[in-house]
């Protein structure tokens, strides 16, 4: 793929790399000073975890976390309706809900990580932009935003739409 068609995440606009570490900078720096506010009324304790948890929070939220990621290519080759394609990024709210509903390693479900992915991160583009994130794609059918419910269910519709077919054949 032409790389400098599709350019890496953070070589964008300045204007686009700044918005992608406004919610980690805004977590860290909002949870560090609420720190050092618990700090000055003598209470360390509830400062200290305070700061740890604004850090552990601002890198989740990040470009740093690389999290599960299988290239766009890849995933497509093994596209079926049993299948589900999980395009999500790094401080998207919605991601990390699927994400934190979705744990296990599970062999049906791949995750796309579109700031790795040039390819995903046109697929994104000419889907809806980094507002329809999750981005879920059963067979052909696409879901935007998608819930963990909706996948739940697209995925249940792809194996009944899979086993008709097995039964047709």
Do not use: C, K, Y
Not at 16 to 31: E, F, M, Q, Y
Not at 53 to 76: D, E, I, K, N, Y
Not at 102 to 128: C, H, K, Y
């Amino acid at each position: 793929m032409d790389e400098s068609r599709n350019p890496a995440p953070l070589d964008g606009p300045p204007v686009r790399r700044a918005r992608l570490w406004l919610r980690p900078a805004l977590l860290t720096i909002g949870g560090i000073a609420a720190a050092l506010l618990l700090v000055a009324i003598d209470q360390v304790l509830a400062g200290v975890l305070l700061a740890a948890l604004a850090l552990l929070m601002g890198f989740w939220t990040s470009p740093l976390r690389r999290g599960r990621h299988v290239p766009l290519a890849t995933a497509l080759e093994m596209r079926s309706d049993e299948r589900a394609i999980i395009l999500w990024a790094p401080g998207d709210p919605l991601s990390a809900r699927l994400q934190t509903a979705i744990r296990s390693g599970r062999p049906d479900v791949s995750w796309v990580n579109v700031l790795q992915d040039p390819m995903a991160q046109e697929f994104l583009r000419t889907s809806g932009g980094r507002g329809a994130l999750p981005l879920v794609i059963v067979g052909s059918h696409v879901l935007r935003r998608a819930t963990v419910g909706q996948l739940l269910d697209a995925m249940a519709d792809g194996a009944e739409r899979a086993a008709a077919q097995s039964e047709s054949a």
